[in-house]
Structures are given as C-alpha cells and as structure tokens.
C-alpha cells in the first residue's frame, strides 16, 4: 500500500519542554540560531524514532521548527511577510498570538527554508516514508491580507499564487519528498451559517468562492510528479484543544470528495462538529483515500476500540472499506503551544491508531 497509510498521521507533534526554552532563549538572545537548530535536530531525531517505534509507516519532523503550523511556511514564500496583528484569532473561548500574514510584494517560491528542513528529515527517515506538511494554498488566498496595489484582482494573484505552489512541490520533490500535505482550514468557511457570513463580508458568495478553492488546489498539483502522493487535511481549527469553526462536509462535499485531485484527503470526524459521513457518497475515484480523523488529538482519553470500528464500518457504507484509513482527526500541536494533552497521552493516541488500523485491515 502507498501512502496515505491504514494507520497515518495529520503531521505536528507536541514540542518538548526543551524546544520550547530553546526557542525562547534564541528570541531573548541567549543562544544562536545554529545552536537552535543543533537542539530542533536532536529533537527531531528522537521523535522520528518514536513514531516508528509506535508502528508508523509515513514519519514527520512534528513541524518542531515552526510556530505556527500555516505562518511559517507562508511567510517564507517571496512577497509575503508576518506582522504584528491587532488582536489574534478567535477560537472557542481563547485567542492566538496577534500575528497576520500578508502580501506586499510579487509572490513567488525561490529560496525557501523549509526545503533543508525536509532534507534533514529525509536524511534520518531510514525505511520509512518523510512525510511533510505545508499549508494550502487557500490559506493565503483566503486568510492572507492582500496589498491591493500589487494585486488589484483576484486572478493575477491566483495566478502567481499557483506558479509558486507548483516550484514548491518541484523543490520538495527534488529534494527527496514522495508525501506531501496540504493543511486548509478555509473549506470550513463553507460548513455553517457563522462560515457563510465570513464569507459576505468579504464581498464574496459560496458559489464563485468554491470553484475559486477548487482551481487553486487543482491547479497548484497539476504538474505534480507521478510518483508523489499529494494529501490534503481539512481542518476546523485547533489551538490548545480548542476549535473556529463546526458543521459537516455537506455544502462543499461535490467538490471536496469528487473535484479535487489529490491522492488522499485527510478528514475531521471525532465529534459531532463534523457531521455525518453521508458526503462521502461524492467519493468517485477508487483511488482517492479518504482518512478518518476518528481519534482525537485534542485531549487525552482513548476511545473505546469497539466504537471507533463500528464508526469505520459506517463510513464502509458510503465508501470503499479499502479506500478507507485512520488517523487523529489533527496534529498534537498545530502550534508550538500544543494541545492540551501529555506526551505519553500523545504516543497513546498514535499506537491506539495504529492497532485498530491493524485489526480493521488485518
């Protein structure tokens, strides 16, 4: 079986206390940059070997470099710079650090960081799969602020927004990488009243805002080599256990689950946030995988085994039971400030996946 695996992964893992000081030492200026990343490398190591020792085919750096699981990565993106926000975003009862992204120059993929940090993970990857996860490009188009004077319409931005997504997946490529995410927590706009209201705000309606998400995607993984498998995880938000947005697939599952050209598509289905599993009717490709995020990665306690087979055997109903995996509906640590759970509740969660996938899928 190639990737994504009957017992996967969305990607971040919770950052050790000692990535954490390290971090805090480098902004106050008590150690370098190198000596950051000689600790961030040690740490990387360690968790690497955790996940295969758990029974992890595809392994991650747990996004350990990063703040922010989106931020990063876009802010290294030519054109596009992080700034100081006035106020963070909004999740259930709690707020994020007040940072933005926008752009104010041509966007464009050059010399981008997060190439040597997959080099270094595909370095210590062994016979495993390196995976990595990068955001949406949807995440720029639609949570970016936009410079109007660079881009004063929609399609010249789309446009050099796809180009650089295209170099992007080149360079990985080039660089080793065979399994690449895409994170997008705007699809969720689409999925409740609250979504639809940020949506007219904008100036904008569902109907020429969902083909728009679509041909960036598709676009974005036109050029794509044959032998890279290329996932998206769909996301509702998640900060410190905590979430934006609610409401099932239903309004976008035409596009979602039959218009995208992705080889898997990772999916939010532990609560009863995320609806029921009837889009994945619109699944109309065998070989589109459709991961379960059935397992939590926002608190601790394990899920009853029986429960979480019973709910794969409904989604068996509307999708190919070998079309079908299982995953932690999210990452442990979208940001570096992690979830609200203990590492050893984390590896938990991770094994907890792995077994019922071995008993689902023999």
Not at 85 to 103: C, P
Not at 130 to 146: D, E, Y
Not at 271 to 290: A, H, M, Y
Request: charge should be negative; include cysteine.
């Amino acid at each position: 079986m190639t990737a994504p695996f009957y017992a996967d992964h969305v990607g971040s893992f919770l950052r050790p206390e000692r990535v954490k000081k390290a971090r805090l030492q480098k902004e106050n200026g008590e150690i370098t940059a190198e000596q950051l990343r000689a600790i961030e490398d040690e740490e990387i190591i360690r968790l690497v070997e955790k996940q295969k020792e758990a029974g992890l085919k595809a392994v991650t750096d747990g996004e350990m470099r990063r703040a922010w699981w989106h931020f990063d990565f876009l802010a290294g993106l030519d054109g596009v710079e992080l700034f100081e926000a006035e106020e963070g975003i909004q999740f259930k009862g709690v707020q994020t650090k007040a940072h933005g992204i926008r752009v104010n120059g041509k966007i464009d993929f050059t010399n981008h960081p997060m190439i040597e940090d997959y080099k270094f993970l595909h370095s210590i990857k062994g016979n495993h799969i390196a995976k990595f996860t990068i955001p949406s490009p949807n995440m720029l188009l639609f949570r970016g602020t936009i410079d109007e004077k660079v881009y004063p319409d929609l399609d010249s931005l789309l446009n050099d927004l796809v180009k650089a997504y295209q170099k992007a997946i080149q360079a990985f490529y080039d660089a080793g990488c065979r399994y690449l995410q895409l994170d997008d927590t705007a699809w969720a706009v689409f999925f409740s009243e609250a979504g639809k209201e940020q949506i007219a705000k904008r100036g904008q309606n569902p109907e020429t805002l969902l083909p728009l998400f679509q041909c960036a995607i598709n676009e974005s993984v036109a050029n794509k080599p044959e032998d890279m498998v290329i996932t998206m995880h769909i996301c509702r938000g998640n900060f410190k256990s905590t979430y934006t947005a609610s409401g099932g697939y239903d309004a976008a599952a035409e596009v979602i689950f039959g218009g995208l050209n992705v080889d898997g598509l990772f999916l939010e289905f532990d609560d009863e946030r995320s609806g029921g599993f009837e889009p994945l009717k619109f699944v109309n490709r065998p070989d589109l995988k459709i991961v379960l995020g059935l397992i939590t990665s926002k608190y601790g306690d394990l899920e009853e085994p029986e429960a979480i087979k019973a709910r794969i055997a409904e989604a068996a109903k509307y999708a190919p039971l070998e079309q079908l995996c299982l995953s932690p509906q999210c990452g442990f640590a979208s940001t570096e400030e992690g979830n609200l759970l203990t590492e050893e509740q984390q590896w938990a969660k991770v094994r907890h996946v792995v077994q019922i996938a071995n008993d689902v899928w023999k």
